[in-house]
C-alpha cells in the first residue's frame, strides 16, 4: 500500500459506515492485511 491507498480506504470506510451494522464492519477490511 502506497500513502494514499490507507487514506482512501479509510474514506470510504467513513462513508460506507451509515450504511452499515458495526457487526458488518469486518466486511470493510482489506483482506490483504
Known amino acids: ?3 494514499i491507498e490507507p487514506m482512501r480506504w ?3 470506510v467513513l462513508e460506507e459506515l451509515p ?3 458495526v457487526n458488518n464492519i ?3 477490511l ?3 492485511i
Open 10 to 12: 479509510l474514506t470510504h
Open 30 to 32: 482489506p483482506h490483504k
Open 1 to 3: 500500500m502506497n500513502g
Open 26 to 28: 469486518d466486511d470493510l
Open 19 to 21: 450504511k452499515r451494522s
